[in-house]
Each structure stands twice: as C-alpha cells, then as structure tokens.
C-alpha cells in the first residue's frame, strides 16, 4: 500500500513524497527520508496524531502512522545539521526591494536557538491535499462514502462535521497563502467532493458550489481570529473605523502578496520582537561600518531581522535611499 508523506524538515522547507510501500520499521523511513531528500545528520520522527486532534506524537512503531497519508516533522538532534537538495522555491523571487534577504532553506540549521516560520512556496497544489480530519470525523466520511457508492446517498452533514472540515481546510489553506483567489478555493472545494463524495450536493450544479462558499467565509473568519492574535501578516489589513486618506475619502486598499510573492510579512522570529530586532538591526549596521567585515554575523542577523525589514517595505513603503540608510547589508552582493 503506498503512503502519501507531508514532511517538515525546518520551518523554511517543507516536502511532499510518495512512498510505494509503507516502511517495516522506523529506521527504514528514516532511510527513506534521507535518500529521497538528501538529508544528512541524525534525527527523529514526530507524527500528527489525528485521534488527539493532530498533535504532535513521536513516532516509536512503524504501526502508528495513520493508513494512507501522514504528515511528519523532523527533530533533528543537537549539533545535527539538516541538509536538503536546494528547490526552485527557495530561491523564489519576492518582488520586492527585499528580494535577496531570504536564505534558502539549505542554509537554514536546525540547531539554531532561533525559530522562524515562514513559508517555502507561493505556487497552489493541483491538487489541493486534502488533510486528515479528526478521527470521528473520517470515521464518518469513510462510512459515508460506502453508503454513496452503493445507494447513491448522500451523507446527512451536521454542524460539528462542516466546523471541523471547514477549520482544518482553512489552516492547511493559510499555512500555503493567506489570501487564496476564487478559482484556488474552488480548487479546494472540488478535491474535497472528488475525495469524499460523500459530500457532494444534491442537484444539477457542480455539488460543492456550497462548499466554495463556506470555505470563502471560514477563511475569512480565520484570517480575523489570526489578526486578533498578533498575525503580522493579515494584521497589516485591519481597517480601523474613521481612518481616512488624503483626499478624505474613506479608500481601503488590501495589502498581500503579489504573485509568485512569498513571506509577504512573516512574523517575529521566537523570542524576537519589534524593539529587539531593531536592537538586532543597529548591530548589523555597526557591522557593516567595520572596514573587516564579519559576514557570517552579517547573514546571520539579516534572516534574523528579515520580518522587520519586510515590515517596513509594506507599511511605511520607504525609499530606496532610505533603505540604503537603514538596511545597507542589503545591497551586498552576498545577499543577492
């Protein structure tokens, strides 16, 4: 039986492999991972455990990965360095005077005290990966699509399923971009009914109109929720009542990624904020006023204060000048 593997090597790389066949023990999808991703170091396996609402279990037996698809994150141990084949999307162009500042994922040191989280792609799935819902829930889905193979029955939907469909899809929704158009979200929609048809509705139409619907609002109740939070990047939409602009109007204009655009304003680094990545930032530009340069201190502060610099681009929408002023690192050659 094959299994469809999700993988987190660090927060900046995240694979999808299939395998043939299902591994006979832990150690042979650890060799697995390595080879078909070119990893090197020693690591373990954590696994989403759909019976506990996908929390994080470390894998012990081959026998709890869930049937069929699973998504894995890899601990990597201390003094471990990951080192993946470089993809296409880390070198993703971001369309912007910040562009060259993301290091490539390669570069990125599991070890490190300091944790990011920022996507590695801006490009949709096709086709979208449907995630694994709760355990009763795919237990009723399963069920389900038995009943619709052999009567044709569609399966009576309550409240508590479409809630745990809807909010599952729109975190796997967010996690890809923040902001998906029509046709990307009924993309979402029409996998949903194909993989569970169970699921479609009743009538002449496509049968998941109704879903596309749902998922447009879930989405947006989402990104809200994310925005009370502390989310930086749907934060930076936050219309405030009585907010005008110069010419008096009342003129909203929503700020998100362009395409081929990723990392639009990525969160704080952990233990990172504003007034601490500023104190980050004067370090970096005493560095740069040093005749013998410490590069290596250099980059290291640059993917540190990345979130910061990202920022200021989209809020303040600054200067070239004033760029080279603040950020001069950035227009190093290294970090082309």
């Not at 990597?76 to 562009?99: F, G, L, R, V, Y």
């Not at 990307?184 to 194909?194: F, H, K, R």
């Not at 980050?280 to 640059?302: F, S």
């Amino acid at each position: 039986m094959a299994l469809l593997l999700r993988v987190h090597v660090s927060p900046k790389l995240i694979r999808k492999i299939q395998l043939s066949t299902v591994p006979e023990s832990v150690k042979q999808l650890q060799d697995e991972l390595q080879a078909k991703l070119g990893l090197e170091g020693d690591f373990a396996i954590q696994y989403e455990d759909p019976d506990f609402g996908n929390a994080l279990c470390n894998l012990m037996d081959i026998n709890e990965l869930p049937a069929g698809r699973a998504v894995l994150h890899l601990i990597w141990e201390e003094n471990a360095s990951a080192s993946p084949p470089q993809t296409p999307s880390d070198h993703s162009a971001i369309s912007s005077i910040d562009t060259a500042s993301v290091s490539s994922a390669s570069s990125f040191s599991p070890s490190s005290s300091t944790q990011t989280y920022m996507r590695s792609t801006s490009q949709w799935p096709n086709p979208f990966p449907i995630p694994i819902f709760s355990y009763d829930v795919e237990l009723k889905l399963r069920k389900g699509n038995e009943v619709y193979e052999k009567a044709g029955a569609n399966l009576s939907v309550t409240r508590n399923i479409k809630m745990e469909i809807l909010d599952k899809l729109a975190q796997e929704m967010f996690a890809i971009k923040a902001y998906p158009d029509k046709n990307e979200i009924t993309s979402v929609a029409q996998e949903l009914v194909s993989k569970h048809p169970c699921l479609k509705e009743p009538g002449n139409g496509t049968g998941y109109d109704g879903w596309a619907t749902s998922i447009k609002f879930k989405l947006g109740n989402y990104r809200s929720k994310l925005s009370e939070a502390g989310c930086s990047e749907v934060a930076v939409n936050r219309k405030r009542r009585g907010e005008e602009d110069d010419s008096g109007t009342n003129r909203f204009s929503l700020k998100k990624p362009k395409r081929g655009e990723v990392n639009f304003i990525p969160d704080a680094p952990e233990n990172f904020n504003d007034e601490s990545l500023e104190n980050e930032r004067c370090i970096l530009e005493d560095e740069m006023k040093k005749r013998d340069k410490n590069m290596a201190l250099i980059t290291q502060k640059m993917d540190i204060t990345f979130s910061l610099r990202r920022k200021e681009v989209v809020e303040m929408q600054p200067l070239v000048k004033e760029m080279q002023l603040r950020w001069p690192a950035l227009f190093l050659k290294e970090q082309l």
